[in-house]
């Protein structure tokens, strides 16, 4: 019998949660990964679910049955309780921090969420309740002949307003032609069973996935120096947002299939928790990391033309890691320091792998003026640009990676014999 669970189950089960923002979500995402789910409710209220506890299948005890891991079992937030306090952010935050967000981003997030919600639902009642369960506002239009007659709706995001600063709403039919409401109800009423609608899965197109990929991007290095300001001023403020690195990484190494970042992220798990469990308390540095997470999650991967903004990313994630090594070393917290070294020493390494694959022309000048337009506006968009920023970074990670003075510094190592 195993001594404890699988690494691959947990790093499974964290992807998930960062991903997710209900344990509907949740557990949707854990099953489309192939981990086995089983649910626990109460027993003083059957309706009300308690916990869980996950397997694989290829992870068996002597008898052939499944080893069941509760979720803390696998890290001490990973609970149901605590992980619906992450996914429930509190008041007055933003959980998408749509106010930072391109007009196109908003649009492919809300495109997302309404795909969604209409293909679990066969009535537009429960189409407008599953879309404000999922944070959207909904506005719906009546008709001017019959006052109780719905003929539309929009939506928007929290936080998502115009230049005068009024909310700014999308009809359906400016997210797809087919999110109409009157094509909603003709796909509802051709439904044959009031089982939800399946389809193929939903998918961002590559201009709206590169607007999430430079969102990631900035908001990564946004945070490094969120830590880098308080690693020594004030510790404690920058705790909530080096725990939520650990959800952007882990996405990150999920959409990007890198086994390296695969390494970065299991390395940077230990840097990233408090001690004896404690949960940090909640910032809004920290919320955008997660909502970071959750954004690169609906993207997923980046298209095979996109290298130069996965780069810039995984730069940014490589400074984050750094910043969080200088915070755990001035808290004097060695291990979990050397954990954020060990993690910034994996990025980098998948910073390099990624530099070399940058788009080369293959039909002469234009693809390369392409491609060079590219670099150009990568390299204004992202605090960490592919030239000297890439370079200037490897230096940096290259200090922090050195053990500092006192502590863990290795004897000088005695000259040999000249010649």
């Known amino acids: 019998m195993a001594r404890g669970p699988p690494g691959d189950l947990r790093r499974e089960v964290c992807t998930a949660a960062a991903g997710a923002g209900a344990e509907q979500e949740f557990f949707a995402r854990l099953r489309q990964a192939g981990v086995l789910v089983r649910l626990r409710h109460s027993t003083t209220d059957p309706g009300q679910l308690s916990g869980y506890a996950v397997g694989l299948a ?17 890290a001490a937030d990973l609970t149901l309780p605590k992980l619906r306090a992450r996914w429930q952010p509190p008041a007055g935050h933003d959980p998408f921090s749509a106010a930072e967000l391109p007009a196109s981003a908003v649009r492919a997030v809300l495109r997302n969420k309404v795909t969604t919600a209409a293909r679990q639902v066969r009535d537009e009642a429960g189409f407008f309740a599953r879309l404000q369960k999922a944070g959207v506002l909904v506005r719906v239009r009546f008709s001017e002949t019959d006052p109780g007659q719905v003929t539309g709706y929009a939506v928007t995001l929290p936080g998502h307003t115009g230049a005068d600063g009024a909310p700014r709403w999308y009809g359906g039919g400016r997210l797809a032609a087919g999110l109409t409401l009157p094509q909603l109800r003709y796909r509802w009423a051709q439904a044959p069973s009031g089982a939800p609608e399946r389809g193929a899965a939903f998918c961002f197109t590559a201009p709206e996935r590169d607007t999430i990929y430079q969102h990631a991007s900035r908001q990564a290095a946004q945070a490094a120096e969120h830590i880098r300001r308080c690693a020594y001023r004030d510790p404690a403020a920058a705790a909530d947002a080096a725990w939520a690195a650990a959800d952007t990484l882990h996405v990150a190494a999920w959409a990007l299939r890198s086994p390296v970042l695969r390494c970065a992220v299991d390395a940077y798990d230990r840097a990233a928790r408090a001690g004896h469990g404690r949960i940090p308390r909640r910032s809004r540095d920290g919320d955008r990391l997660r909502s970071t997470a959750r954004l690169l999650a609906m993207a997923g991967g980046s298209t095979g033309d996109a290298t130069l903004l996965t780069a810039a990313l995984v730069a940014n994630l490589a400074a984050l890691a750094v910043a969080v090594a200088e915070l755990r070393q001035a808290q004097q917290h060695a291990a979990q320091a050397a954990a954020a070294r060990s993690a910034a020493q994996h990025l980098r390494a998948a910073m390099t792998q990624a530099r070399p694959q940058a788009p080369r022309s293959a ?3 234009a693809p390369r003026r392409g491609a060079a337009r590219a670099a150009g506006r990568t390299r204004t968009d992202f605090p960490v640009s592919l030239r000297l920023g890439l370079r200037a970074l490897a230096h940096q990670t290259q200090a922090a990676l050195r053990p500092s003075s006192g502590q863990g510094q290795l004897p000088p190592k005695r000259a040999g014999p000249s010649r």
């Open 363 to 365: 039909r002469g000048e």
């Open 58 to 74: 290829r992870h068996t005890a002597k008898d052939g049955g499944v080893i069941w891991y509760g979720g803390g079992k696998l």
